[in-house]
């Protein structure tokens, strides 16, 4: 099993920027590809950065070369640094996790509970 656990949202102005945490316990070394999603409202929920097999991260244009994702391993926590935030960028961010092999066969996703992102115009 794998809990995940996001922070760092937050109310910020148009230009500005936030960084988001998200901090991985349980069977972290079962873990498969992480990424960020998000859901504003009214909105089906989005992928912001998502790994590949291979470890590199996509995003998608709506947020390339803004948004980049980085890894404390040690600390086992990912994080999303959010540069020149914009209005539409208001969303519930959630942190993703596919947890796969030795744990188990296959893959079994996870996600946190998410954290309020709210850019002001």
């Known amino acids: 099993q794998l809990q995940l656990v996001e922070s760092g949202g937050g109310l910020v102005q148009t230009g500005g920027s936030l960084r988001l945490s998200c901090a991985a316990s349980?069977?972290?070394?079962?873990?498969?590809?992480m990424g960020w999603y998000r859901q504003a409202p009214g909105k089906e929920r989005e992928a912001v950065a998502t790994e590949t097999p291979g470890g590199s991260m996509v995003y998608p244009d709506s947020v390339k070369g803004r948004f980049t994702v980085s890894r404390d391993n040690a600390k086992k926590t990912m994080y999303l640094q959010m540069n020149s935030l914009k209005p539409e960028d208001t969303a519930v961010y959630y942190c993703?996790?596919?947890?796969?092999?030795?744990?188990?066969?296959?893959?079994?996703?996870?996600w946190g509970k998410g954290t309020l992102v709210t850019v002001s115009s």
């Open positions: 349980g069977d972290t070394i079962c873990i498969s590809t």
């Open positions: 993703h996790s596919v947890l796969g092999r030795p744990c188990l066969d296959g893959g079994m996703d996870f």
